[in-house]
């Protein structure tokens, strides 16, 4: 559980619990830990997120995430401050006539441009955590070893491991929703026709898992990672 107040919602905090899961994968790989942008993700504080859980992480970096807003209302000399409105208020005006019309006077101009985070998500359309999740997972579980240094898990294994981790995280976190629209186009059934499905999509799942690990490295999260 998060400690204290966050700003952050729960819903809003779920991109950078990805992100910062796919970088904590790339920084325990001793191929993808020397790829990270160590300039990039300075304010991150890389030894911390090789080591620590998301929660433990963002009660102390959450503010990476926030808005960069002016926090308070101030008088302006000469110089304006990039993302402000200067607001000429007449002397003769009472407290209470200056809180009854400033809101009126700024209102459209703050408005139209909203402030952003110094870490952004490259994205093309609204980010949807369970396909992501599934990715990760299904590459985890492929970098698994036994003993001998062979995979631990036949790809149609994994595909049945993912399958019953997202269905727990998602009855934890009660979004049974995205479970469902993950699962409608999933193979049904145990027969050969089926494994031999659940094997592609899994090979899929871990080349876009790839992909994504690869972007994080340059500080792009998801980025590009599609099948072409």
């Known amino acids: 559980m998060y400690k204290g107040e966050m700003d952050l919602t729960f819903k809003e905090l779920q991109p950078y619990r990805l992100w910062f899961q796919y970088l904590q994968t790339a920084l325990n790989d001793p191929i993808l830990s020397k ?11 890389l030894n911390q997120v090789k080591t620590k859980t998301f929660n433990q992480w963002i009660n102390t970096h959450e503010r990476l995430f926030m808005n960069e807003e002016v926090q308070k209302i101030r008088l302006l000399g000469n110089k304006r401050t990039p993302n402000t409105v200067a607001v000429e208020i007449p002397i003769n005006f009472n407290v209470q006539r200056i809180q009854n019309e400033i809101g009126k006077t700024v209102k459209g101009l703050v408005a139209k441009q909203q402030a952003s985070s110094r870490y952004k998500l490259h994205i093309k359309r609204p980010l949807q955590s369970a396909p992501l999740d599934w990715f990760h997972w299904a590459y985890q579980y492929h970098c698994q070893r036994d003993s001998e240094g062979k ?3 036949k790809l149609e294994e994994i595909w049945h491991l993912v399958n019953d981790k997202q269905n727990k995280r998602q009855v934890k976190v009660k979004k049974r ?7 409608r186009n999933l193979p049904a059934g145990d027969d050969i026709k089926a494994n031999r499905q659940r094997a592609v999509l899994i090979s899929r799942n871990v080349n876009k898992a ?3 690990l690869n972007n994080v490295c340059k500080g792009m999260f998801p980025g590009d990672y599609s099948d072409h």
């Open 151 to 153: 995979p631990k898990h």
């Open 177 to 183: 929703s995205n479970a469902r629209a993950l699962q």
């Open 210 to 212: 790839k992909k994504i």
């Open 35 to 45: 790829k990270v942008s160590q300039s990039y993700y300075k304010e991150w504080h």
